[in-house]
């Protein structure tokens, strides 16, 4: 069935930490959908404005698989960085559907294992009758998608446009964003129920690679999806919180035991209730924090205002530091005024598998990161807080719109992040850590003047102009499949 990969070939699925090395990821190149996002579409297909495909692809996510390969299968590019960015190969390294694709089994592309499970017959028959379905398609643009080869119509069911540009249903261009489609969490797979339309196609996708496609024929009985609350159908639309949808921005693997979710604007309490239920039962994990934030589209998922840097070390939007959440800076009027205020406030709640009936309640994101420090992860370090903009007003929220939090670890220590957030970078550099861009990485360890392991203690700055337009940043533009156990 695969022409990209041996039917004896396997993927370790299994994620324990959210710093502990990476070895091998999920990702989606900006495929020609992205360039076909309208001004009066942007919103309803989830970006924030249109983009320059060119520029997104050549002078910022290209940067982006370079350091993943270096990082995770340098034999697919050392020594070959001139030739795979001569202008004459057109970029065919990066391309999915050409032959000259650079096929990583560790930097594994979505569009790549789509196109695997549609060579077989069937798999393709079921799969184009459930697009046409969900996308309303005449007979006649079914019987059109059942005529294109494997390579041809994975392109088509991502870009929803033929070779000859005819587009023949919308783009789904927020694929690039794996980290939504699921979430490993440890030997399982929790795969995602979008809140949005313009994701449907991504979350049917998935789940035929996840459930067809070899490379995870050993984890099919550990893949998980959540139920739609009974009679779900009939509910009145303010009844959307009964509704189940999920995504893996809300959902954070942070030791063996202890998982994090997000209640937000895209996943629902009913789908917080459905997880805690299937992941207790499954013996998954012991402990699940729910994390309830404003459904505002300023946070979107926790990992837009946190995410972990070190065992130690958090990145977060000052708003829900426990000085802010304390209102410590305010005089007892404010203070009093303030807390009567009837919005939609943080709330986090801890659930055990031993006693869920008990919960533990935390006032504040650092009060909660700084117990995972200490309790789940055995720090005897100091635990330490990077802000946004280094928690300056205008700053800290500026950069947090264009994803100052929403960082990747490569490794303990080593985390990816846009070059644009200036004062989100000053706090880095206060902290300790060393900032280089991702050219500087590349040409040094193409060069072998530098390896993996000797990087220590880094943010990475990649380029961003673009990529920060489409609201997502490096955490979510990765599922991460296989990280290293972290030595407690």
């Given amino acids: 069935m695969s022409k990209n990969y041996s039917h004896k070939a396997k993927i370790a699925v299994s994620v324990s930490s959210e710093v502990g090395r990476l070895r091998r990821v999920l990702v989606h190149s900006p495929d020609s959908g992205l360039g076909k996002v309208v001004p009066s579409k942007a919103q309803d297909w989830l970006f924030e404005d249109i983009v320059h495909l060119d520029t997104i692809r050549r002078k910022e996510y290209d940067f982006y698989t370079k350091i993943l390969l270096y990082f995770l299968d340098p034999a697919r590019i050392r020594g070959r960085l001139a030739e795979v960015d001569d202008v004459r190969n057109r970029r065919a390294f990066y391309k999915p559907g050409n032959e000259g694709f650079f096929r990583s089994d560790k930097v594994v592309e979505l569009q790549w294992l789509l196109a695997d499970i549609l060579m077989d017959p069937s798999i393709k028959q079921k799969l184009v009758a459930s697009v046409c ?23 088509t069911f991502i870009s929803g446009a033929t070779d000859n540009d005819n587009l023949l249903f919308a783009p789904i261009p927020n694929f690039i964003f794996t980290r939504d489609i699921g979430i490993v969490i440890n030997n399982y797979v929790l795969l995602n129920k979008p809140a949005k339309k313009a994701r449907t196609r991504e979350a049917l996708l998935a789940k035929y690679i996840f459930f067809n496609h070899p490379l995870f024929a050993e984890y099919r009985d550990n893949i998980i999806e959540l139920a739609d609350t009974h009679h779900h159908f009939l509910l009145p639309r ?23 979710i997000g209640v937000s604007e895209r996943t629902s309490s009913e789908a917080a209730h459905q997880a805690i239920r299937v992941l207790f039962e499954k013996n998954v994990v012991k402990k699940i924090t729910i994390i309830r934030i404003p459904k505002k589209r300023d946070y979107m998922h926790i990992d837009t205002i946190f995410t972990q840097i070190k065992r130690n070390v958090w990145i977060l939007l000052g708003t829900f530091s426990r000085k802010a959440m304390m209102h410590e800076d305010e005089d007892d009027v404010q203070r009093i005024l303030d807390n009567s205020k009837k919005e939609d406030k943080l709330r986090i709640i801890q659930f055990r598998k031993k006693d869920p009936g008990n919960p533990e309640y935390f006032d504040n994101l650092e009060d909660l990161l700084t117990d995972i420090s200490r309790n789940d992860l055995e ?33 303990e220590g080593v985390v990816l992040g846009y070059d644009r957030n200036d004062k989100t970078v000053e706090a880095f550099k206060a902290n300790g850590f060393a900032v280089v861009h991702a050219k500087e990485v590349i040409e040094q360890m193409e060069a072998g003047a530098l390896e993996p392991n000797q990087v220590e203690n880094t943010l990475i700055l990649m380029p961003s102009a673009e990529l920060s337009r489409a609201r997502g940043g490096f955490h979510c533009m990765s599922m991460p499949l296989h990280r290293d156990d972290l030595n407690l």
């Fill in 133 to 155: 379905a969900i996308e309303a398609c005449s007979y006649e643009t079914q019987h059109q998608l059942q005529e294109l080869d494997p390579v041809q119509l994975a392109k």
């Fill in 238 to 260: 303010e009844g959307d919180d009964r509704k189940v949808t999920l995504e893996g921005g809300d959902v954070m693997v942070v030791s063996k035991d202890h998982l994090l």
């Fill in 379 to 411: 720090c005897t370090e100091k635990i330490r807080f990077i802000y946004s903009g280094n928690n300056e007003f205008p700053f800290d929220a500026r950069e947090q719109w264009t994803d100052s939090c929403n960082l990747l670890a490569l490794k």
